[in-house]
């Protein structure tokens, strides 16, 4: 099976700029998830669909970051304006439905690296 | 204080030891417990679920949770130089579907050949 794709693999912007990140999820997997990776940090959630509906939000900076997922399936998050301190890896993952986390554990994508100069 | 501690290392270790690696937590909701591995520059991968309080097993790998002291740790044996790499620990109340993990901050693991 193909993994979750994401691109692009890495980006670099000034502070103040705008960026989008894609992804697309293993086929089949109703639920998406967009995490933050700052160096040294574990991954934070920033949003939780299944399918094209919001989960949880509710640690998403709303003032400059939003995402969607329009037909369930691949997911876009934006930042505008990005700020220094969104330096950071952007992990996308997903998983089935009802399965639990141990049959159907989170399957992250490679990440995007995003630098705010 | 974060609700996922875990000790940022780095660790090394020469090849064939035998490694710890620990996370303690406040939440007492915390039910599902895992351990994922993170290579360089990719993204994690789950190497071990535990539910509750025991241990549990998998080749080299041993997992324990112990929810009285609110404490989980890895264990590998006999290290080999393809277990360099970050470990993270994760951490969810409930195992419905649509989970929230939390995670710990990761260890960095370099094994010496």
């Known amino acids: 099976e193909a993994g979750v794709a994401q691109s692009p693999r890495y980006k670099i912007i000034e502070k103040r700029q705008s960026v989008a990140f894609w992804c697309n999820p293993i086929s089949g997997h109703a639920t998406l998830y967009w995490y933050q990776q700052i160096l040294g940090q574990g991954p934070k959630l920033l949003i939780q669909?299944?399918?094209?509906?919001?989960?949880?939000d509710s640690q998403l900076p709303k003032d400059r970051f939003s995402a969607e997922r329009l037909k369930g399936v691949d997911s876009t998050l934006k930042i505008q304006p990005a700020k220094l301190e969104d330096s950071a890896v952007y992990l996308c993952?997903?998983?089935?439905?009802?399965?639990?986390?141990?049959?159907?554990?989170?399957?992250f994508g490679n990440g995007t690296r995003l630098t705010v100069t | 204080q974060k609700e996922v501690e875990q000790d940022p290392g780095p660790l090394s270790v020469p090849e064939g030891a035998i490694v710890s690696l620990n996370c303690t937590y406040s939440n007492s909701a915390f039910q599902y417990f895992m351990w994922y591995r993170q290579y360089s520059r990719k993204g994690p991968e789950l190497l071990m679920y535990?539910?509750?309080?025991g241990n549990k097993e998998d080749g080299r790998f041993t997992a324990q949770v112990d929810k009285s002291s609110k404490y989980i740790s890895l264990f590998i044996r006999d290290s080999q130089p393809s277990d360099s790499a970050t470990y993270l620990c994760a951490m969810s109340e409930t195992n419905f579907g649509n989970e929230k993990l939390t995670f710990g901050t990761g260890t960095r693991l370099t094994i010496i050949p």
């Open positions: 993952a997903s998983s089935l439905v009802g399965q639990g986390l141990e049959n159907s554990p989170l399957h």
């Open positions: 535990t539910y509750s309080s």
């Open positions: 669909f299944q399918n094209n509906g919001v989960v949880d």
